[in-house]
């Protein structure tokens, strides 16, 4: 297969669900064809089938990966360099929040997890996309970070995800910058109250920093699919470093 000839190719991170899923079948409704990465197969499975559903092509290809594993990650690389010969997106996605704890209160293995996957993960992803974009033929590629509205303005009691989100804005910035000699760019979404499983909880109410429990509104999630697609769709001499897309009733502006 001739790289310059073939759609051109999106690996999106935790695509079994919620902003991954909604994503992948947004970029294949773009033209893209998918790659699936998440931990469970079953999940990964239903993104495909929808995505063939809607589009009417064969199922994308799903890969069963664990991005806080630097082995699992290369081998997903490497069966997408086998299978496509290159990679023109990575949707940087998969990520898990912490528990609602007092911060004096949080274990090491609620912080480790979030690092692990939110910062450590979403690093051995870039990592392995940045190698493949930068000796593919044509060179370079696009590299989207899921961040947070919560990167710059915490919840309470949110340390390891907050900590992990702002990490991402310092890590895509530095991507971007030493992409540029190779044509790759790098930027970054931060999401605010897209519905999702996550986000539930919003319905019933949600601590607010000045100690009350608000109900918090959400925005249906293909708000978010469209504008990752939209910086997806760009030419590589063109780039948003940074984008937020939120509901617009939520409290984040005048959040403390």
């Keep these: 297969m001739n790289p310059e000839l073939s759609p051109p190719v999106a690996l999106v991170t935790g695509a079994g669900s919620g902003i991954g899923r ?5 970029l294949a409704n773009a033209g893209f064809q998918l790659v699936l990465a998440g931990r469970t197969i079953e999940n ?18 799903s890969v069963v990966t664990d991005i806080t594993s630097s082995q699992s990650v ?29 911060f004096e209160q949080l274990d090491d293995e609620s912080w480790n997890a979030c690092v692990d996957t939110n910062l450590t993960g979403a690093f051995y992803s870039a990592r392995e996309a940045f190698r493949l974009m930068k000796q593919q033929t044509p060179q370079g590629g696009r590299i989207i970070n899921n961040g947070s509205v919560s990167s710059q303005t915490p919840r309470p009691n949110s340390a390891p995800y907050v900590a992990t989100k702002h990490a991402i804005t310092g890590l ?11 044509n790759i760019a790098c930027g970054q979404i931060d999401i605010g109250n897209a519905s999702t499983d996550m986000t539930d909880r919003m319905a019933k109410g949600v601590k607010q920093a000045d100690g009350t429990t608000a109900i918090e509104p959400t925005i249906d999630v293909k708000h978010i699919a469209q504008a990752i697609v939209y910086m997806a769709s760009l030419p590589l001499d063109a780039n948003v470093p940074h984008i937020t897309v939120m509901a617009n009733q939520m409290p984040l502006v005048g959040r403390g």
């Design 172 to 182: 895509t910035k530095s991507i971007s910058l030493d992409g540029r000699p190779y």
């Design 74 to 102: 290369r081998d997903l690389f490497e069966l997408i360099q086998k299978r496509f010969g290159k990679l023109d997106l990575l949707f940087n996605n998969a990520g898990v929040s912490a528990p609602d704890v007092p």
């Design 44 to 61: 990964l499975d239903e993104t495909a089938k929808l995505i063939s559903s809607q589009t009417g092509a064969p199922l994308p290809c």
């Design 22 to 26: 909604a994503t992948s079948v947004a």
